[in-house]
């Protein structure tokens, strides 16, 4: 979408998305009509409507705010479409549900104004008034979910879901937002982290909110959204850390275990550990090998970014190589599986003992998972790296 034709140079653009929130809109209007006008910045309202019903529309536009219709549904949505119709060099984005302090944005301007890409407000340092955060959220929802997004990506800011935010237009649209629901604000904290791009964070307050009606949020199902969309951007976490550990500890076990029992203290290891311990490999093993499929797609889709590290990786590796890897360990497998058929043939296939047979069969079975899965990977990997055209709306371009 272009952006709208400016008349006038605006510096500013305080946005704030709109569903049915006639209760509250003209207040918030007003008291960002009172900061511009206090603080000299040249700026406008914007009012991101996502369908209202209540006649919040004729309200912001008989107080001079311009409203922007968002044709699709969801709060996400209506944050895209508001940054895209902003005609300020940078937004400040908060509800209108007259929760967030409108009326002092001079810390967002400055911060923006000397370089920051994103400024985040941190409620939990500038003041939350009883009764405008449930006691779930306080204490334990924000900061468990900040505290993850800070583990797992590192943007330096200690509330990573404070609705109150200020923002580079142009670097923010750089970012290619793509969420329409509720993981919005995440993605842009995730995205402009992954991005490298200067993230500060300065005091704000959260008052309770003027609404009669119970808010969009529903704690458990968005809190879920929000955590699965952080582990989904950091596959790191979400397979290979897991996988590796799994990985790891089942091989170890069962290679230890191929050799004879292992007695610690009164407790017993034999072939009935080395059958859960094979389990515990594959698993992580197939937790490895998503995180190479779905750092390829999310890497040729542009989810997320590729490290140098990443791509030189990707340079060398090949689908061949993999075919290779996976045929050489399927082929251990069965060379294990042959040896013990010999074994069992010079005994004139008689009965044998259970647990050397076991012993025998669980290395062999493994190699042979683990060679199938490799050899399938690498089929599905090449599938992913092929070169293909990208059918766009205005063009056909090789990718």
Not at 249 to 269: N, P
């Amino acid at each position: 979408m272009n952006r709208p034709v400016e008349t006038d140079p605006v510096e500013l653009t305080i946005l704030m998305p709109c569903l049915n929130e006639a209760e509250t809109l003209a207040v918030c209007i007003q008291k960002a009509q009172g900061f511009l006008a206090r603080s000299g910045v040249r700026g406008e309202v914007l009012i991101s409507d996502n369908g209202s019903t209540d006649g919040s529309q004729q309200i912001a536009a008989d107080l001079g705010a311009r409203v922007s219709h968002a044709p699709r549904r969801g709060y996400g949505a209506a944050l895209i479409n508001g940054i895209e119709q902003a005609r300020g060099r940078f937004v400040i984005m908060a509800d209108a549900d007259d929760s967030y302090d409108f009326e002092n944005l001079e810390p967002f301007v400055e911060k923006l104004r000397a370089g920051a890409d994103l400024v985040m407000g941190n409620r939990f340092r500038g003041g939350i008034t009883p009764g405008a955060m449930p006691p779930l959220h306080k204490y334990l929802g924000n900061p468990v979910l900040s505290g993850i997004g800070q583990l797992f990506f590192r943007p330096g800011i200690n509330d990573f879901h404070c609705g109150l935010r200020g923002f580079n237009r142009e670097r923010i649209l750089g970012l290619d937002l793509q969420t329409t629901g509720m993981e919005f604000a995440s993605e842009m904290v995730v995205k402009a982290s992954l991005a490298r791009y200067r993230i500060e964070e300065v005091p704000t307050t959260l008052k309770k909110d003027g609404r009669s009606r119970p808010p969009h949020l529903r704690s458990w199902h968005d809190g879920w959204r929000h955590l699965r969309f952080l582990l989904i951007f950091a596959p790191r976490w979400l397979f290979v850390y897991p996988g590796l550990v799994a990985f790891l500890l089942g091989a170890l076990t069962v290679g230890v275990l191929s050799f004879g029992g292992v007695q610690i203290g009164a407790v017993g290891f034999d072939v009935t550990t080395m059958v859960y311990a094979s389990a515990l490999c594959v698993m992580g093993y197939q937790s490895l090998l998503f995180f190479w499929l779905t750092k390829l797609y999310a890497t040729q889709e542009g989810f997320l970014p590729a490290s140098p590290r990443y791509r030189s990786i990707v340079a060398r590796w090949s689908a061949e190589r993999g075919l290779l890897i996976g045929l050489g360990l399927f082929v251990v497998g069965v060379g294990i599986g042959v040896v013990q058929v010999l074994r069992w043939g010079s005994l004139d296939f008689g009965p044998q003992d259970a647990t050397e047979v076991v012993r025998i069969a669980i290395p062999s079975a493994l190699g042979i998972m683990l060679g199938f899965q490799t050899v399938m990977m690498s089929f599905f990997s090449g599938v992913l790296s092929t070169p293909r055209r990208e059918v766009r709306a205005d063009a056909v371009i090789e990718s």
